[in-house]
C-alpha cells in the first residue's frame, strides 16, 4: 500500500521560510497529479499548490502565488513545497495528496480541489508567529 509521508513543518517567524517534502513509500508509482493542501483550526481543507505530473503544469491559491513553489524530483518520488515571506495565515496542517494515474485525466486548476485526490499522508504542522 502506498502511502506517502510529510516532513518539513515547524515553527517560524512572520516573514520567514520553509520547505516541505512529501516521499511515497512506493517508489515507481506513477500519479497525475500531486498537490499540498493546508486545514487551519476550525477550517476546512483548502489547496494551497498542485503540480500536474505529465507536462509539469502547477497551480497555486491566490494566497499562495509568488510566495510558494511546488516542485517534484522524479528519482525521488518526492514532491516539495517551498514557502517564503511566511505570514501568520499561513498556520495549519499541511498536507500531501496524490492521485495515482489512470488514463483520460487532464491538468486544470481542479486539482487544487480535495475531492481530486485518493492518497493523503498524515500532515505536517506549520506555525509561523507574528
Known amino acids: 500500500q502506498v502511502q506517502l509521508v510529510e516532513s518539513g513543518g515547524g515553527s517560524v517567524q512572520a516573514g520567514g521560510s520553509l520547505r516541505l517534502s512529501c516521499s511515497a513509500s512506493?517508489?515507481?508509482?506513477?500519479?497525475?497529479?500531486m498537490a499540498w493542501f493546508r486545514q487551519a483550526p476550525g477550517k476546512e481543507r483548502e489547496g494551497v499548490a498542485a503540480?500536474?505530473?505529465?507536462?509539469?503544469?502547477?497551480y497555486y491559491a491566490e494566497s499562495a502565488k509568488g510566495r510558494f513553489t511546488i516542485s517534484r524530483d522524479n528519482a525521488k518520488n518526492t514532491v516539495y513545497l517551498q514557502m517564503n515571506s511566511l505570514k501568520p495565515e499561513d498556520t495549519g496542517m499541511y498536507y500531501c495528496?496524490?492521485?495515482?494515474?489512470?488514463?483520460?485525466?487532464?491538468?486544470?486548476?481542479?486539482?487544487?480541489?480535495?475531492?481530486?485526490?485518493?492518497?493523503w499522508g498524515q500532515g505536517t504542522q506549520v506555525t509561523v508567529s507574528s
Open positions: 495528496a496524490a492521485t495515482p494515474w489512470r488514463p483520460g485525466l487532464t491538468p486544470n486548476p481542479r486539482w487544487l480541489l480535495v475531492k481530486e485526490y485518493d492518497l
Open positions: 512506493v517508489s515507481g508509482y506513477t500519479y497525475n497529479a
Open positions: 503540480l500536474w505530473t505529465g507536462g509539469g503544469s502547477t
